[in-house]
């Protein structure tokens, strides 16, 4: 009905501008609300006001013109002004129920709209450093990039999903040789393992692998491994570094096991470690009902060229310079902190140069608009990105970061330590286990991406109108419950065609509300979209639950009556439809038990 009531008022302005009455017609300052005031009327809008200055009217004087320009109907009741010009709508009661058609008409796809019109989308998330088990952490950017995705999909835009595997740099140096070194131990070598490795029974689980896979082919003796030590590094027998720089400790380590093992088994440890990790990963996100279109390996950047053609690029335009040996990009100048290296001294291109070249990838892929999902602690790394994303001689805006605050995961009042190189964490496996898929994508997704979350667990295992994903989940069941009740008393069997005939039946102000609810969701898809706030559909959904368990606690539904039982189902059997496809969309199943 807003959707009829937008061609109303276009029509209405068309003729009035063709009349002279106004000069200026927009048609984006249409916009239709929701009176917070019921005996205001169904529908309102502020055109007239909006419209008043560019065309030098009154308000008041612009919209009794527009009330008398608008085109007869049989459903439109009335049109009235309010205080300044507003104008507020009343609609014949079969008009409100109109949707009920099309929902049961469309189904699942209610729901769907044409707002992207295929406009291509890549959304980057999760991305999380191939270096151990996902946590709770990860779990959030995991279902907030997911439900986003889905959103988009709904809205109409062309969406591919991205991971980006970070399987190049130090910490795969690190994780690597941490698990070589776990390794040399199950083979019965002394091993004082690094303070700063990784840590975690993953890394041994994965020793054990590569030892099952290749024997002790790859042993080597601790005293040659830590003959790499220079004499400043002294460990204590925890295998602390208690004078010197515990960095440098580990870093000469994996030069050293570069040494002994050599490029091809060196490789052959980090695949290996990389397949496993990598491995879990998916199967992981998968459980989750989280997927991808694309794992893009930051390897193939380097390996394929693209890093360096990224670089040649920003060299062209003279935004590199050469400092001490090192190449700089000229940060600064795009509002960054500092200017960054992307090749050091040594020759070696930073992570920032791979991130440069993934940008330059990703644009030239011809995607309309990047979405790059990340941790609130990179925000200090939008500037330089969106930089060397100009600096290239491409259109930032095509690029939008979106931040995601860490959820903190509390069990028994107490805060989870979520540290991966201490290996004290939290998986989001465990915690799939402990309160299923459903609770944790819901209470993941259910305030802003970038508000703080504490993720009450006690809250999520409740069975109770408090937490909100059993409230709308039931109010699903209950649907179902009914229509198994109508069943099992032998009652005449309802139809859609049955029950759209009876429609006049529902006479309830109750029931037009219902209606009226069901009939928002295209547009909260679209705001949800608009704004890439999947939260707004979970907000809808316990509004829209609140109203059915009203309607069912408050009006009799299985009356002796046909003709308005059958409405009533209808009505039921729409809500449900809405209820269900809207928990789809945020990957949150719809149970018809409870």
């Not at 080597?220 to 027998?237: G, I």
């Not at 608009?369 to 941790?375: F, L, R, T």
Request: with cysteine; proline share 3%; hydrophobic share 45%.
């Amino acid at each position: 009905m807003k959707q009829a009531l937008h061609s109303l008022i276009v029509t209405a302005l068309t003729q009035l501008q063709a009349q002279g009455v106004i000069q200026h017609l927009d048609a984006g300052a249409i916009k239709i609300e929701l009176p917070r005031d019921k005996a205001h009327g169904d529908f309102a809008t502020n055109v007239a006001m909006a419209l008043a200055k560019p065309n030098a009217m009154n308000p008041r004087a612009l919209a009794e013109a527009l009330i008398a320009a608008l085109p007869a109907t049989n459903w439109l009741i009335s049109a009235e002004i309010a205080g300044p010009g507003f104008i507020n709508f009343r609609l014949d009661a079969a008009a409100k129920f109109s949707v009920l058609a099309k929902i049961l008409q469309t189904g699942v796809d209610f729901g769907r709209i044409n707002m992207g019109e295929g406009k291509s989308v890549q959304v980057e998330f999760v991305s999380a450093n191939p270096t151990g088990p996902l946590h709770v952490g990860h779990g959030r950017g995991a279902a907030y990039g997911s439900a986003l995705v889905s959103v988009l999909r709904h809205a109409g835009y062309d969406v591919q999903a991205e991971y980006y595997v970070n399987d190049a740099g130090r910490q795969m140096d690190i994780l690597a040789t941490s698990v070589w070194l776990r390794y040399l131990a199950l083979c019965g070598e002394p091993i004082v393992f690094p303070s700063n490795g990784y840590k975690g029974d993953y890394i041994i689980t994965t020793a054990r692998a590569l030892l099952d896979e290749q024997g002790e082919r790859l042993r080597h003796a601790a005293s040659v491994v830590f003959a790499a030590l220079t004499p400043d590094q002294v460990l204590n027998d925890a295998g602390e570094v208690v004078s010197g720089d515990k960095e440098k400790h580990i870093d000469d380590i994996i030069v050293h096991a570069r040494e002994l093992l050599g490029v091809s088994d060196y490789r052959l440890v980090l695949d290996k470690v990389l397949h496993e990790i990598l491995f879990d990963i998916k199967e992981d996100l998968a459980e989750f009902g989280v997927h991808f279109d694309n794992w893009f390996s930051e390897r193939s950047l380097t390996e394929s060229g693209i890093v360096d053609a990224a670089l040649t690029r920003l060299d062209a335009n003279g935004q590199l310079y050469e400092k001490d040996g090192a190449i700089w990009f000229k940060s600064t100048d795009y509002d960054d902190a500092k200017d960054r290296v992307v090749v050091r001294e040594n020759g070696i291109k930073t992570y920032f140069a791979s991130d440069i070249a993934y940008h330059y990838d990703k644009l030239a892929r011809g995607f309309e608009k990047v979405i790059n999902i990340w941790g609130s602690d990179h925000h200090g790394y939008i500037p330089r990105v969106r930089g060397a994303i100009q600096a290239m001689g491409e259109d930032d805006s095509r690029l939008d970061v979106l931040l995601v605050q860490f959820a903190v995961l509390y069990r028994g009042g107490e805060k989870a330590s979520m540290s991966t190189r201490s290996g004290e964490f939290v998986t989001l496996r465990e915690l799939r286990e402990e309160i299923g898929n459903d609770a944790t994508r819901f209470f993941y997704v259910m305030r802003k991406c970038d508000q703080h979350m504490d993720f009450d667990l006690d809250l999520a295992k409740s069975k109770s109108n408090e937490n909100p994903l059993f409230y709308i989940q039931y109010a699903h069941a209950r649907c179902c419950g009914v229509f198994a009740q109508a069943d099992s008393r032998g009652l005449t069997a309802w139809t859609e065609s049955l029950g759209l005939d009876c429609i006049a039946q529902l006479t309830e102000t109750s029931e037009a509300d219902l209606a009226q609810k069901c009939a928002q969701f295209p547009e909260v898809i679209a705001n949800a979209a608009r704004d890439a706030e999947p939260h707004q559909i979970a907000y809808y959904l316990k509004e829209l639950a609140h109203q059915l368990h009203s309607y069912y606690n408050n009006t009799p539904l299985l009356v002796e009556d046909d003709a308005l039982r059958f409405a009533r189902l209808t009505l039921l059997q729409a809500t449900r439809v809405v209820l269900a496809n809207g928990l789809a969309v945020l990957g949150v199943s719809a149970p018809e038990r409870m």
